[in-house]
């Protein structure tokens, strides 16, 4: 199964409301997961089963979609979202990601 | 406190051989499937291999399929990834990570990584 996010980057303000879409090349029911990972770190969860906040983010990710198409958003940017984002489904094996998506200053 | 500690990263020769270890600490290392994911310099990430946390039904990227071999020994709350003939393109990060509990799907910790260099 392959995943497509679009945009693969996006310039934002803090304070803006940002969202990211995920596309599976076929349908994945609700296995879908969101990471954030920045630069020189591991990965973090932020979302799984698609719309399930992880304990300890922040409520202003929240995601979104079942079956092809998934939405992360952010609500309104702050300056430690600056990161790149994947997406990663579980539907079945191999678990594939997305190729990512990076969300930089404007 | 949950840990991953990774190592047996380094630098190899193509077609030579790596064993990485991962070191799990903080929960029951037996009631949870563990994953290797990678990333190649400057790259997006890509999930390597997964195990039950009994240690049946390992899973393969297609990239690695027949090289590489996931394992755990639960006794010492150890994961392993034996990487043989390995590749150039096998230069990454390699991270494991801890699935979370039964019937739920993400990866919810990770180690820090180790680097993994293939190269003549």
């Known amino acids: 199964i392959q995943l497509t996010q679009s945009p693969s980057s996006l310039s934002a303000s803090v304070g803006d409301r940002v969202t990211i879409t995920c596309r599976a090349s076929q349908g994945i029911s609700s296995y879908l997961a969101w990471y954030q990972q920045k630069p020189g770190k591991a990965p973090k969860l932020l979302i799984y089963?698609?719309?399930t906040l992880q304990s300890g983010v922040p409520s202003r990710f929240s995601g979104s979609g079942s079956g092809t198409d998934f939405t992360l958003t952010i609500s309104s940017l702050q300056p430690e979202d600056f990161a790149t984002y994947y997406c990663?489904?579980?539907?079945?094996?191999?678990?594939?990601f997305g190729q990512g998506t990076k969300v930089e200053i404007k | 406190e949950v840990q991953l500690l990774e190592s047996g990263g380094g630098l190899e020769q193509p077609g030579g051989t790596l064993r990485l270890s991962c070191a799990a600490s903080g929960f029951t290392f037996s009631t949870y499937g563990m994953n290797w994911v990678r990333q190649a310099p400057g790259k997006g990430l890509e999930w390597v291999s997964g195990i039950s946390g009994g240690g049946s039904a390992p899973y393969y990227a297609d990239s690695v399929k027949g090289r590489f071999t996931i394992s755990r020994d639960n006794s010492k709350n150890m994961l392993y990834l034996q990487m043989n003939s390995l590749r150039t393109d096998d230069t990454a990060i390699y991270y494991c990570?801890?699935?979370?509990?039964?019937?739920?799907?993400?990866?919810?910790?990770w180690g820090q990584g180790t680097l993994v260099t293939v190269s003549s």
């Open positions: 990570a801890k699935k979370l509990g039964p019937g739920f799907y993400g990866l919810d910790y």
């Open positions: 990663q489904q579980f539907n079945s094996n191999p678990w594939t």
């Open positions: 089963a698609a719309s």
